[in-house]
């Protein structure tokens, strides 16, 4: 801290304030460490998990965001970086997928059908093949091949209708 003197400015080192500072900063640390102490044990106790159904419904928003934002770019022919990236996101989403479905996330707010745990195998490979198609989307965009890609990405969206009318009620 400066301290200004009859013209000249001095240093002055940081001294004691007192008792009402040594309060406030033994206050303060122990708010920290009670909203420490909340936060894991929310964490620990699973309130803090993510709901799958949420989830779910937050990456099908996701993919669909970014269909949508591929399908603009293979009309006006913009096979760039951002087009590799979206299917490279849409992989990645279809990847973890069939991970958003475990049993009991079919009660409330969903219209996702229980047949998804009946038919687990069905399910797993249509996401695959999603995933999959979003690879072979992202090498013809990387090769400007716009007959493979626009082969590719109606595949994908195939591979979601046809998930759609199996297992969405």
Do not use: W
């Not at 894991?40 to 269909?67: C, F, H, W």
């Not at 082969?151 to 209708?161: D, R």
């Amino acid at each position: 801290m400066y301290k200004r003197t009859h013209g000249i400015i001095k240093y002055q080192r940081f001294s004691y304030r007192g008792p009402t500072f040594v309060r406030f900063v033994i206050l303060g640390y122990i708010s920290l460490m009670i909203k420490i102490y909340i936060f894991v044990s929310l964490l620990i106790s699973g309130v803090l998990y993510a709901d799958p159904t949420l989830e779910r419904q937050d990456s099908m928003q996701s993919l669909n965001k970014m269909m949508r934002a591929a399908d603009k770019a293979i009309q006006s022919g913009e096979f760039d970086s951002e087009l590799t990236s979206i299917y490279d996101e849409i992989q990645k989403i279809m990847i973890e997928f069939p991970t958003l479905f475990p049993e009991g996330s079919f009660e409330g707010k969903t219209k996702a059908s229980t047949d998804i745990l009946d038919n687990k195998d069905q399910f797993n490979q249509i996401a695959s093949d999603a995933a999959n198609f979003a690879v072979l989307a992202k090498i013809a965009s990387e090769n400007n091949d716009i007959n493979s890609l626009q082969q590719n990405h109606i595949n994908i969206f195939t591979t979601c209708k046809s998930c759609h009318s199996r297992f969405k009620n």
